[in-house]
DNA sequence: TATAAAAGCTACTAATTAGTAGCAAAATAG
DNA sequence: CTATTTTGCTACTAATTAGTAGCTTTTATA
């Protein structure tokens, strides 16, 4: 069946329970964060007690280091099974609208820059810091080619823009919006794209 | 000397304390958290015991909404002495500049936005809730007059356009652009500014 | 059915921290 | 100089929670 077949029948049910125990955490990592995320909660969302959860990951730091890493592989694999024809403006349209989509469909918790803490453990965290890096890398160039073909605003440093994008993914904007607003997921994604590509005077000429 | 100059030395003292206390707080929001802050913190940074802070604050959550109160009608002071000729755009694009200036010098900590216990517990907070509204108000109206006037995009919902203008005051960029760019703080609050209005295109005809 | 091994759990520990009781020191008044 | 009040502090408590020791149950095997 998968590639690595040798996989007994409980191993398997280890890989699957481990799955499990990560999409309990990204859920409550997304609503209270992971200074108020308690490791019962995690267990006891998963129907199973703390030193079984002890048996996966060998901290809580772990545990979150690994959800975060699963969520940027996530995007990693967006990103490379994206048409390759596609300009670079688009690629970096359809990978914001792709993480806003998972944000609204309770996903993706809220990213690092939230908390000093939380940023220092995941920089400790090298698995981790290899991802990003090798993210950061291919979003890099596709933001130097799209400034380069005027897709994106060639006066403003190349920092500016990938920095604002990347609060994109994690803008406040989105929950405030699906909680307070009348509109709809892909209406609140739509907006969102506008919002970061045209600005919020809109498309003119000035 | 002030309005009410009937207070005493010793209350004059105690209200400079109160606004130690809370400038204190302010920067341990900044860079710790709501959750990580701890009441010790406070007061050893003020250079009192406690119990003495407790003098002041009866709870870790007043504390806080006192020190949101405080950042808050810091906006309304600074929105009421702007110049009344200025166009609605230019009150708002004001008021944002700001924001990102007391940020970038230190003084604003995260907004509610970041965590459901905080936010929750401010909503809790009806002096907090208050001031709020109030200035979200004043907010919305030149909202509505700016997109009438075609200065803001008058084809999104005013909502999108608010919640947008609000994530930007504690845009995450702002701090990574301090951290790991070479900008200076005037220049990252000019990026940031035409980032927000005009968007990462950038000024174009389409 | 008896035995061995594995899986999972209850119930603990050590550390942290909001909030407080009650004492000590200083200032003020008589 | 003594009495009273105010101010501030040390040292506690109760609650929470990461992480663990060691027992119990289940499963697999012979």
Redesign the interface.
């Known amino acids: 069946m998968s590639i690595l077949g040798k996989l007994s029948f409980k191993d398997q049910a280890f890989k699957l329970r481990e799955n499990a125990i990560l999409d309990a955490t990204t859920m409550i990592l997304k609503?209270?964060?992971f200074?108020?995320m308690t490791m019962d909660d995690v267990a006891s969302a998963v129907g199973i007690s703390k030193p079984s959860l002890y048996k996966h990951f060998k901290s809580k730091e772990d545990l979150v280091g690994e959800a975060m890493i699963r969520l940027i592989d996530g995007a990693g694999d967006f990103l490379d099974q994206l048409d390759k024809d596609l300009k670079p403006i688009e690629v970096l349209s359809a990978m914001l609208e792709w993480a806003l989509r998972v944000r609204l469909e309770g996903g993706m918790p809220?990213?690092p820059?939230?908390?000093?803490?939380v940023r220092d453990m995941l920089t400790r965290n090298l698995k981790y810091v290899g991802r990003v890096l090798k993210l950061n890398y291919q979003l890099e160039k596709l933001v130097a080619k799209a400034q380069k073909s005027?897709?994106?605003?060639?006066?403003?440093?190349s920092?500016?823009?990938l920095?604002?994008?990347?609060?994109r993914t994690?803008?406040?904007?989105v929950?405030?919006?699906q909680r307070?607003?009348k509109?709809d997921n892909e209406q609140?994604i739509k907006?969102?794209l506008?919002?970061?590509?045209?600005?919020?005077?809109?498309?003119?000429?000035?």
Do not use: N, W
């Open positions: 609503d209270k964060g200074d108020l809220f990213l820059s939230t908390s000093a803490h005027g897709d994106l605003d060639a006066s403003l440093p920092d500016v823009i920095f604002s994008y990347y609060s994690c803008d406040p904007a929950e405030f919006l307070y607003s509109l609140i907006h969102m506008q919002v970061c590509f045209a600005g919020l005077h809109g498309p003119r000429c000035d």
